[in-house]
């Protein structure tokens, strides 16, 4: 069982690893799709209107490689996660049904007038799609975030004599505490990501001196959108929802900071420290005392929880990897803010463009705010095993018992294979709209 379910995660955490690397582009990058459009309406500059579709290529790749990866988990939650599907279905199908019949059904149908309509819809009406798909974007996103907020705190919902979860209450899986910080912090992420590759390769254009018009344009237009993203990113989304973490999963929230023993005249905050699982402390640790209290309650010796005051059959099954996981995330979210409060110092002082510092960082952190994304997810989902339903459904309970360890790990082999030569064929068609640059219409 131990090993069936080993597979069985494993396969999942990696198509849905891979598959997020695009989804969290197209949502801030339709925002961005959009501003460059309403320039070009309130402007009527024609480079604004070549930057629409230049953003518009690199957006309908990642949509397309989006839903060809999506489409594996949905089969997951029926051969892998069967039992899953059966107790929670009357539930979570309810918000995967409407993403599916409502945001991605609008997004794609006006994905293709955005993208060969122009001539035809006329600019204010090819604004319009372009809004529509970014409404479509954000909400596919939001009912997402609805179904993972009711596994972090399920509200609404009564158990029935055979097990199976059934909703009594609509409304509160939109009222859930959970999904308003969570799906702001999610979005201003997506926003930080889409940020970076815009403004990237507007640095890498400055830098190889080709393209260098649209270059300044992607570069200004993304450190703007970058540093209002990664501010917002931490404060107040991401204190926000540190503060449902701590309320609902505290000890999860003990977990992540590295806390295995109660501070009860305040608690520092971490900066570097590696933990040791076994003997229950940090080991080579820099703090800096009663930091975290303050954070956390607004005070500075309120006591924080430890891992010692929870049975360790709550305990996170992956503490290290959900400490590791938080950390990366907080200081690469730490980083981005600091990079882009310089780029947007320097562009008030009309030096951004021959600072090559700042350039080159902006170029070679392209992969980073994925990064960041990414362990950002893994610290939501480690943080709330060993459950799948937050302390009403463990993940031991919600794998098929009928799909061998063998077929599971034959089908990720299969996956991680397919997947390569997806991501190989993406980085491809990436570099040649690149190459091509902006000043060319064709799609």
């Known amino acids: 069982m131990e090993e069936m379910l080993f597979y069985d995660r494993m396969q999942f955490a990696f198509t849905i690893t891979f598959h997020y690397l695009f989804p969290q582009l197209t949502m801030g990058l339709s925002l961005i799709i959009v501003y460059f459009k309403w320039k070009f309406l309130r402007t009527n500059e024609e480079h604004y209107n070549k930057a629409t579709h230049f953003w518009m290529k690199m957006f309908a790749l990642n949509f397309a490689m989006g839903v060809v990866t999506g489409i594996p988990m949905e089969f997951q939650f029926g051969t892998n996660w069967a039992k899953f599907s059966e107790l929670t279905g009357g539930i979570i199908g309810q918000t995967l049904a409407m993403e599916g019949m409502f945001s991605f059904f609008l997004e794609s149908s006006f994905l293709g007038m955005f993208l060969f309509g122009e001539k035809i819809l006329g600019h204010k009406w090819h604004f319009v799609t372009g809004l529509l798909i970014c409404l479509g974007s954000w909400a596919s996103g939001f009912l997402i975030i609805a179904t993972h907020s009711w596994m972090q705190n399920p509200v609404g919902y009564e158990i029935l004599a055979n097990g199976k979860f059934v909703l009594n209450n609509f409304g509160a899986l939109f009222t859930n505490p959970w999904i308003w910080p969570s799906y702001l912090h999610n979005q201003a992420a997506s ?23 649209y270059g300044k344009l992607f570069l200004k237009t993304g450190i703007i959108f970058g540093l209002i993203s990664s501010i917002v990113v931490a404060v107040p989304t991401g204190d926000l929802l540190a503060k449902n973490v701590v309320k609902y999963q505290p000890v999860t929230f003990a977990a992540m900071e590295g806390i295995f023993h109660t501070e009860k005249k305040g608690a520092e905050i971490v900066l570097i420290g590696q933990p040791d699982v076994k003997d229950k402390k940090l080991d080579n640790k820099i703090a800096v005392p009663n930091v975290l209290s303050f954070l956390t309650y607004g005070s500075w010796n309120t006591e924080v929880k430890g891992l010692d005051q929870f049975d360790e059959k709550t305990h996170p099954t992956n503490i290290s990897g959900l400490y590791y996981a938080y950390h990366i995330m907080v200081g690469l979210g730490t980083v981005f803010i600091g990079l882009m409060a310089a780029a947007v110092f320097q562009l008030f002082r009309k030096k951004l463009f021959v600072t090559h510092w700042i350039l080159w960082s902006l170029l070679f952190m392209l992969p980073f705010p994925y ?4 362990t950002g997810w893994y610290t939501a989902e480690l943080g709330r095993q ?9 993940t031991t309970a919600g794998a098929s018992p009928t799909v061998s360890s063998g077929n599971t790990l034959f089908t990720l082999l299969g996956f991680v294979g397919l997947y390569l030569l997806l991501g190989l064929l993406f980085l491809l068609l990436v570099g040649k709209i690149i190459k091509n640059g902006p000043e060319t219409k064709k799609i």
Request: aromatic share 16%; hydrophobic share 50%.
């Open 371 to 374: 990064i960041a994304n990414t």
């Open 386 to 394: 060993p459950w799948l339903v937050y302390n009403l459904l463990r």
């Open 191 to 213: 926003m930080v990501t889409s940020s970076f590759v815009v403004s990237s390769i507007g640095a890498f254009y400055i830098l190889s001196k080709r393209s260098e018009f």
